[in-house]
């Protein structure tokens, strides 16, 4: 084997080693904690959007999908808030459909829009990227 094999071996498995020990740092670091989890309640509101398919018109924390407005932050918008959402559910608009939701169903997707208003600034233009590679982000309820 000649001297430039060795060496092209040598590099490779030092980048692989080095791949390696980044993933080992990265993967079983406590980077990614989750601030809180949402109550049974907000659970179910939450099934309920994503039965509904809500996700394919509507974005959360901007993902999602563009022919409705984001909803991150409906919850606590000065000119919206949870009687606008209620209204919207069941009454619908040009190309939002007309949900027949039951008070209770109603009730339970407000409080999932409020938890995740609490959770949520979107658009988060606080965030920092770490040098783990993490995003840290500013959240409501961290003032």
Not at 43 to 57: A, D, T, Y
Not at 116 to 129: Q, S
């Amino acid at each position: 084997m000649s001297t430039n094999s060795k060496l092209y071996l040598f590099v490779i498995a030092f980048l692989i080693a080095i791949f390696a020990f980044y993933n080992y740092l990265v993967y079983s670091s406590n980077g990614y904690v989750a601030v809180e989890k949402l109550s049974p309640m907000a659970v179910k509101g939450q099934q309920l959007f994503q039965n509904n398919r809500c996700w394919s018109c509507h974005q959360l924390y901007g993902l999602g999908g563009y022919l409705g407005p984001d909803l991150t932050n409906v919850y606590s918008d000065e000119d919206k808030g949870p009687l606008y959402f209620k209204a919207f559910l069941n009454s619908g608009v040009k190309s939002m459909p007309k949900f027949n939701f039951s008070e209770e169903e109603k009730d339970v997707l407000v409080e999932y829009m409020k938890q995740v208003d609490e959770t949520g600034i979107y658009p988060n233009y606080d965030a920092e990227i770490e040098a783990t590679g993490w995003v840290k982000l500013k959240y409501q309820n961290e003032e």
